[in-house]
């Protein structure tokens, strides 16, 4: 025999994360890298968790998502420097902070976050990677 509890939702549902990237690269001191596909893989995996959490809560069909990266600000791409090659004419983060917002299904981020992924950081990478760069590709 088994039963089943439930309790209804009546107060919004958050998760918050935190993931913290050292950006110097050892062998350049006073350089630091962008390391985009650790930005991206980080991404990936909160949302999927946070699909996977909020799926087994009914009463959840949409969440806000929120990103906010900082301390990026005159990094050095990975893909561009492979974390060695540095040069004063290097695409670098344009900007100290970066954030996005959107509001999805629950479902989506479950079945794929990869599209949630990208619609957050595109415009962060667009800010400082050759135009069409798939970085959420490249770790997926």
Known sequence: MSANCGTPVTHDCRVSA????????ESSPGQTCTYETLVAAE?????????????????????????????????????LSS??????????????TFSESMQIGVADLREDPRPVARSLLDRFFASFLPEHT???GLVA
């Open 43 to 79: 991404t990936l995996a909160l949302l999927a968790f946070v699909g996977e959490v909020f799926s087994d809560v009914g009463a959840i069909g949409l969440t806000a998502v929120d990103i906010e990266l900082m301390g990026f600000g005159g990094s050095v791409p990975v893909t």
């Open 134 to 136: 798939d970085v959420v």
């Open 83 to 96: 974390a060695r090659a540095f040069h004063a004419g290097q695409p670098r983060v344009p900007d100290e």
């Open 18 to 25: 935190l993931a913290t990237l050292g950006l110097e690269v």
